[in-house]
T-cell receptor, first 114, second 114 residues
Framework: KAGVTQTPRYLIKTRGQQVTLSCSPISGHRSVSWYQQTPGQGLQFLFE???????NKGNFPGRFSGRQFSNSRSEMNVSTLELGDSALYLC?????????????FGEGSRLTVL | AQTVTQSQPEMSVQEAETVTLSCTYDTSENNYYLFWYKQPPSRQMILVIR??????QNATENRFSVNFQKAAKSFSLKISDSQLGDTAMYFCARGQGGSEKLVFGKGTKLTVNP
């Protein structure tokens, strides 16, 4: 069974641009959540989706948005990029929602903002 | 803020020895779950062990075990017979029923020396 796939793995953007990151969950998993990982702040929750609905959102500005498609694949978008958005963005999937079981993480998308 | 604290930024241990990583957390919920995740260098994060707060018995997974002290809100991870492959960042995390959102600690970088 394929794991969680995130694309692109690495990308470089400049301030003011926007970026879209993609996440394909494990087949059969319907819940997807996103985390931002930085050396200073650690792992911070961005949002979680189940059945195409955002169930929870972290404390991030409105420049951060996401969505989930009917096949459970998810995308997140960051508009008007700032230097502080440089981070590893991790996607995680799980079979259901609310059971607080194991999250399966992807390898992440490393974003560098210049 | 309901936080997770890992007081040891870095630790090292000799191969075959035992090491304990500390974690304390804060929550006002009764229905919550605790996790230890491992993130090897440049590799994806994987679950090490999971504990339901309502269970008094400490969880164990092969060489990994926890000491869950609910009243003290403490959740330490013991790694027995340490192996070189245990070298990684270890993150303590708390989740709660009805959500897949996890709150992570800042992590402990563990190095196993030959």
């Amino acid at each position: 069974k394929a794991g969680v796939t995130q694309t692109p793995r690495y990308l470089i953007k400049t301030r003011g641009q926007q970026v879209t990151l993609s996440c394909s969950p494990i087949s059969g998993h319907r819940s997807v959540s996103w985390y931002q990982q930085t050396p200073g702040q650690g792992l911070q929750f961005l949002f979680e989706y189940f059945s195409e609905t955002q169930r929870n959102k972290g404390n991030f500005p409105g420049r951060f948005s996401g969505r989930q498609f009917s096949n459970s694949r998810s995308e997140m978008n960051v508009s008007t990029l700032e230097l502080g958005d440089s981070a590893l963005y991790l996607c995680a999937s799980s079979p259901g929602w609310g059971a607080t079981g194991e999250l399966f993480f992807g390898e992440g998308s490393r974003l560098t903002v210049l | 803020a309901q936080t997770v604290t890992q007081s040891q930024p870095e630790m090292s241990v000799q191969e075959a020895e035992t090491v304990t990583l500390s974690c304390t957390y804060d929550t006002s919920e009764n229905n919550y779950y605790l996790f230890w995740y491992k993130q090897p260098p440049s590799r994806q994060m994987i679950l090490v062990i999971r504990q339901e707060a309502y269970k008094q018995q400490n969880a164990t997974e092969n060489r990994f075990s926890v000491n869950f002290q609910k009243a003290a809100k403490s959740f330490s991870l013991k790694i027995s017979d340490s192996q070189l492959g245990d070298t990684a960042m270890y993150f303590c995390a708390r989740g709660q029923g009805g959500s897949e959102k996890l709150v992570f600690g800042k992590g402990t970088k563990l190095t196993v020396n030959p």
